[in-house]
T-cell receptor
Framework: KNEVEQSPQNLTAQEGEFITINCSYS?????LHWLQQHPGGGIVSLFM???GKKKHGRLIATINIQEKHSSLHITASHPRDSAVYIC?????????????FGEGTQLTVNP | ETGVTQTPRHLVMGMTNKKSLKCEQH?????MYWYKQSAKKPLELMFV???????ENNSVPSRFSPECPNSSHLFLHLHTLQPEDSALYLC???????????????FGAGSRLTVL
């Protein structure tokens, strides 16, 4: 069964802390996405990666293909980072556009 | 603003009503998607359109009827829905090429539907 697991489910941090959100998947993938969903519902694509590491501002995404694991890091966290972070993968054996989504990690950053 | 606009943002309808959700993008993307997000559940793909042609239907009940008149517009027509269809419906678009099926998605803000 193709699965995507995220941890933790909920995360509360103080402003300035370094944050890590994890994503594990069950079988080989062709791409992994990290998405951010704010309380209003809109979703923003943060990263798409298939190997290595990507960085954008205070956000860093890494992926380890052998271990079938990805992490999203936020440095110097800020209350405006409070959102749900979603991991989604395209399994290699899946045809078409289908992404399998994790359940999301609710992040709250307190001032 | 992401470049993908959804209307209405909120919709309340009875089970016998007919309504439509609209999605519009002017990003030059050639693929458009409908996703459903129910409370406490992961996003579920409903439909995919490439160059106005439906390429995927994820076993969606016929009470949901998509329409894609051109590459910039996507509709979801709703008819005789059930209360369990209440959810956030998200539209997304992407630029797909023949060599790549995994592209960055740009999402709209969503239409929150409540079925009474």
């Amino acid at each position: 069964k193709n699965e995507v697991e995220q941890s933790p489910q909920n995360l509360t941090a103080q402003e300035g802390e370094f944050i890590t959100i994890n994503c594990s998947y069950s079988v080989g993938i062709s791409a992994l996405h990290w998405l951010q969903q704010h309380p209003g519902g809109g979703i923003v694509s943060l990263f798409m990666l298939s190997s290595g590491k990507k960085k954008h501002g205070r956000l860093i995404a890494t992926i380890n293909i052998q271990e079938k694991h990805s992490s999203l890091h936020i440095t110097a966290s800020h209350p405006r980072d409070s959102a749900v972070y979603i991991c989604a993968v395209r399994f290699r054996e899946t045809s078409g556009s289908r992404l399998t989504f994790g359940e999301g990690t609710q992040l709250t950053v307190n001032p | 603003e992401t470049g993908v606009t959804q209307t209405p943002r909120h919709l309340v309808m009875g089970m016998t009503n007919k309504k439509s959700l609209k999605c519009e993008q002017h990003l030059g993307h050639n693929a458009m998607y409908w996703y459903k997000q129910s409370a406490k559940k992961p996003l579920e793909l409903m439909f995919v359109y490439n160059f106005k042609e439906q390429t995927e239907n994820n076993s969606v009940p016929s009470r949901f009827s998509p329409e894609c008149p051109n590459s910039s517009h996507l509709f979801l027509h709703l008819h005789t829905l059930q209360p369990e269809d209440s959810a956030l419906y998200l539209c997304a678009s992407s630029h797909r090429t023949a060599s790549s099926g995994a592209n960055v998605l740009t999402f709209g803000a969503g239409s929150r539907l409540t079925v009474l």
